[in-house]
């Protein structure tokens, strides 16, 4: 008579499973060699940031993704696999990564759904050499050990291993389950977050606001004199809480302020955390299908309806607001020609968030499968939406204008599948944060005509998305 172990209940097809495993440890056992497995578990109807919450309590590396335009997160700790690169052949470095790993990974999922099973999760730095105290690297790819999905309402569980010809299969079966009981009980509890988040900031202004004005004045000149045509100026503000930011509070926060964005997290595991809420999709990889969102062109919310439809108008109508704009979009499609695809531009139209309304025009394409996402990463970074025309001047101008790193803001963050499947967004609307202490990052498109006083008014306004949700 076979004895079921009674963690197998918890599994859902323990049999397969089993021997699943057992196949994966021949192999290990006949080539020598060890894989990287990948099981992926129905869960019942779970809420991947409470988990994230509640189970990363160890404070290990740890990432997450959420959007509610189709409804989807991911939630994942803990390392399987990992990858810090430096240095400027990245985007090489960072598939030469994908490759080895692709070559060792077995997967057995569940579920056909693109969120359900192994993600590379990755986040890059702005620019090629980052120099932020070493707190993230230029780049980070790192295959989660534990990831929750959600899509719609299914919700699963990924456990990612290294199996070798001396692995028990019976400890991986009850650690699998035994996740699976944890990540339940926590399960529907949804976070209530208590709502005054924490005091005051001890110091909240913007640092050399004069600066970032006269940065404005010199690339005008700069346009002037043909240099250019565009640049995006960034600028960050400090602060520093009384007591430590809660970035579970913050995401909470963002996601139901912001429900037209990507709210995202990246923690390096050693304290630090990169976050924020951003708008802008650099691209997304479904099914050979891609779509990417040009956003550039900014204006406030109206307090009132007619104000509001009015700031809208005059968005739609500007001639300089609409340069700004078309030079993403411009950027974006020559970009994805150079690659030999034959993207398809939407209308003009407004993305209206909940502090800023901006213009935006959807890129789709359909991509064969000999172009990898990587590829079309290394072509889109940086788009003019955060850099400027031409993109080498632009970038040799930031790095002259600015004075500070821009690590992590503005630089693409996503996933990818073992499919070909990706998401990548851009990192703005975000901080960086560490104990007590936030650096908050905002930007402005810089064109003929701009206003160096409108310009620091527009950032002080893009700066309020993740100042109001850290207070
Ligand atoms: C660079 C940022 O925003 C970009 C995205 C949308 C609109 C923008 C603008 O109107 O200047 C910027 O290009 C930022 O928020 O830090």
Same mark, same amino acid.
Not at 50 to 68: G, K, V
Not at 88 to 111: A, M, V
Not at 402 to 427: C, H, K, S
């Given at each position: 008579?076979?004895v079921t172990p009674?963690?197998?209940r918890r ?7 089993h021997h699943?495993?057992q196949?994966?440890?021949k ?5 020598h ?5 990948s099981?992926?578990q129905?869960l019942?109807?779970?809420?991947p940031?409470?988990?994230?919450q ?9 990432f997450?993704?959420e959007?509610?335009?189709?409804k ?7 390392i ?5 690169i430096?240095g400027t052949n ?5 598939q ?11 997967e057995l999922?569940?579920s056909?759904l693109?969120?359900?099973?192994l993600?590379f999760?990755t986040n ?9 105290q ?10 989660p050990r534990w990831?929750v ?13 290294l199996?070798?010809h001396n692995?028990?299969? $019976?400890?991986?079966? =009850?650690?699998?389950?035994? #996740?699976i /009981?944890e !990540? ?5 509890s949804i976070?209530t977050?208590?709502?005054s ?9 913007l640092?050399?606001s ?9 690339a005008l ?9 565009k640049?995006?100026?960034a ?6 809480s009384p ?8 995401l ?7 429900p037209?964005?990507?709210?995202f997290?990246?923690s390096?595991?050693?304290g630090?955390?990169f ?5 802008e999709r650099?691209?997304s990889l479904?099914?050979q299908?891609l779509?990417?969102d $040009?956003?550039?062109g =900014?204006?406030p919310r109206? #307090?009132? /309806?007619? !104000?509001d439809?009015q700031?809208a108008q005059?968005?739609l109508?500007?001639?300089k607001?609409?340069?700004e ?5 411009c950027y974006?499609i ?10 398809q531009?939407s209308?003009?139209?407004l993305?209206?968030l909940?502090n800023?309304?901006?213009l935006?025009t959807l890129?789709?394409?359909q991509?064969?499968n ?6 079309i990463?290394?072509?889109l970074?940086?788009t003019?939406a ?5 993109t080498?001047v632009a970038?040799?101008k930031?790095?002259?204008?600015e004075?500070f ?14 499919q070909?499947n990706?998401?990548?967004?851009v990192?703005?609307?975000s901080?960086?944060i560490?104990?007590n202490?936030a650096r908050?990052?905002?930007?402005a498109g810089?064109v003929?005509?701009?206003n160096?006083?409108?310009e620091l008014?527009?950032i002080?306004l893009k700066?309020?998305t993740?100042l109001?949700a850290?207070q």
């Amino acid at each position: 008579m076979s004895v079921t172990p009674c963690y197998a209940r918890r599994l859902a097809d323990p049999d397969h499973l089993h021997h699943f495993l057992q196949d994966c440890h021949k192999k290990c056992q006949q080539r020598h060699q060890s894989f990287i497995i990948s099981v992926t578990q129905p869960l019942s109807l779970v809420e991947p940031l409470a988990i994230l919450q509640q189970l990363n309590f160890r404070e290990e590396r740890s990432f997450y993704w959420e959007t509610q335009q189709p409804k989807s997160a991911i939630a994942a700790w803990g390392i399987c696999q990992e990858k810090n690169i430096t240095g400027t052949n990245r985007f090489q470095q960072t598939q030469d990564f994908i490759d080895n790993c692709k070559d060792k990974i077995i997967e057995l999922k569940h579920s056909q759904l693109s969120e359900a099973g192994l993600k590379f999760l990755t986040n890059f730095s702005f620019f090629s050499t980052s120099s932020y105290q070493g707190h993230f690297p230029s780049v980070t790819i790192f295959i989660p050990r534990w990831q929750v999905s959600r899509a719609d309402n299914t919700c699963f569980l990924t456990y990612n291993f290294l199996l070798s010809h001396n692995s028990n299969i $019976a400890t991986i079966e =009850s650690k699998l389950s035994n #996740k699976i /009981e944890e !990540i339940e009980k926590v399960g529907n509890s949804i976070i209530t977050f208590p709502f005054s988040l924490s005091s005051p900031f001890q110091k909240s202004e913007l640092q050399d606001s004069s600066q970032f004005k006269s940065a404005v004045k010199l690339a005008l000149k700069d346009i002037e004199r043909q240099e250019l045509t565009k640049i995006v100026l960034a600028h960050h503000l400090d602060v520093v809480s009384p007591v430590s930011f809660s970035p579970y509070l913050s995401l909470h926060y963002l996601r139901q302020r912001y429900p037209h964005c990507y709210i995202f997290s990246v923690s390096n595991g050693e304290g630090t955390t990169f976050l924020g809420a951003t708008p802008e999709r650099l691209f997304s990889l479904r099914k050979q299908h891609l779509i990417s969102d $040009a956003i550039a062109g =900014s204006a406030p919310r109206g #307090k009132t /309806e007619k !104000i509001d439809h009015q700031f809208a108008q005059n968005l739609l109508a500007s001639e300089k607001e609409r340069r700004e704009h078309q030079a993403v979009s411009c950027y974006i499609i020559k970009q994805l020609e150079a690659l030999g695809l034959t993207p398809q531009r939407s209308r003009r139209q407004l993305l209206k968030l909940s502090n800023i309304q901006h213009l935006w025009t959807l890129i789709e394409s359909q991509v064969p499968n000999n172009i990898n996402p990587i590829e079309i990463l290394a072509k889109l970074h940086p788009t003019p939406a955060v850099a400027g025309v031409t993109t080498e001047v632009a970038c040799e101008k930031i790095g002259q204008y600015e004075t500070f790193d821009r690590a992590l803001y503005a630089a693409p963050i996503g996933w990818l599948d073992t499919q070909g499947n990706a998401e990548f967004m851009v990192g703005i609307r975000s901080a960086m944060i560490n104990k007590n202490q936030a650096r908050l990052y905002a930007g402005a498109g810089i064109v003929a005509g701009s206003n160096p006083d409108k310009e620091l008014a527009e950032i002080q306004l893009k700066l309020q998305t993740m100042l109001k949700a850290l207070q």
